[in-house]
């Protein structure tokens, strides 16, 4: 052991959790001197401080599943940059697949969620747990899949895109034109997400609705409504069959008639079963891993397709 560490020891308290540096200003030695003890008595310094990090981080995602890399970083007092690389680890390392993720995320909201008597407050839960639920899912498949994707709340950040019609001889212009998420990979808008806890038949004809209006902003302000992928996500179904194909062949005619080329709006309900509005929050889903691989697939395959495209969408 060096001398000036050996003068010093009885104040010297080796922390994993603090840097060279800090351990150096506390104990009064030379950065340097510590670094010399570290190596003589064998600390595997750097090695401490990653798995301390790791289960601080680790503890922060699982508590707060869904949580942006902001939130996480206020949580833990990491860079957004520390964060997002260990949320990457976490996920990967944590359940063996998207499904497997699912399940577990949706059973632990499940176990702690609020006890809520008024209607209001039940919808206004069960929504935002499925949104949430979005927000995890694509955080997870990205990092499975090393997608670079950024999604957007399009009320809470005023993602939205303008609309202008001519209406007797006047122009008039909407400037709130969109759906609850919109995703990005590098600056093109692949999805717009509409999400619900529970599809009824009144939530998919606004959908629909919305969807043509989305296209139709995109095209006029320069992009490519092809380009884009309009996407309901949903934990349960509570619409007829005929109900959704009744929406789709008005979506695929509204955008036909509009651009002479058809688009389609995509469906996914992550449980099978089929609950009132309100059900969805006091019972615990079972997750339709069929319907999970194929939503992971639409992603990654929609994400892979457009790679190496020239940016011709709107940004």
Known sequence: MSTKVRKNKSK?????????????????????????????????????RVKKTMRIMENCILSHPGSTLNELSKLTNYSIKTVHEYKEKILRNNEKNYSDFLSKWIKERHEGRPCLKKEGEQRAYSQRFSELALIASLD?????????????????????????IE???????????????????????LFVFEVKSNLDKDYLKRAAYDFVQVA????????????????????????ADD????????????????????????????????????????????????????????????VSGVKGLEDTNVA
Do not use: W
């Not at 498949?141 to 809470?156: C, E, G, M, Y």
């Not at 122009?171 to 093109?188: A, F, L, M, R």
């Not at 949903?234 to 619409?239: D, G, N």
């Open 12 to 48: 010297f308290v080796y922390d994993p959790n603090k840097s060279v540096r800090e351990m150096a200003k506390e104990c009064g030695l030379t950065e340097s001197t510590v670094k010399t003890y570290i190596k003589e008595q064998k600390i595997t310094h750097q090695v401490n």
């Open 243 to 302: 109900s959704l194909q009744f929406a789709q062949a008005y979506f695929e005619d509204e955008t036909n008639k509009l651009f002479d080329i058809t688009l389609h709006f995509d469906v996914f309900f992550l449980t099978s079963e089929k609950r009132n509005n309100l059900s969805f929050i006091d019972s615990e889903h079972t997750i339709n891993k069929e319907e999970a691989i194929r939503f992971e697939n639409f992603i990654v395959n929609t």
């Open 167 to 189: 209406h007797n001889g006047n122009k008039i212009t909407d400037n709130k034109i969109g759906v609850d998420y919109n995703t990005y990979s590098k600056g093109k808008l």
């Open 140 to 164: 997870r498949i990205s990092a499975d899949n090393k997608l670079s994707l950024k999604t957007r709340n399009v009320l809470k950040e005023s993602d939205y895109l303008s609309l202008t």
């Open 216 to 239: 139709r902003a995109i095209k006029q302000n320069g992009g490519d409504p092809s380009k884009t992928k309009y996407v309901i996500f949903a934990l349960q179904p509570s619409i």
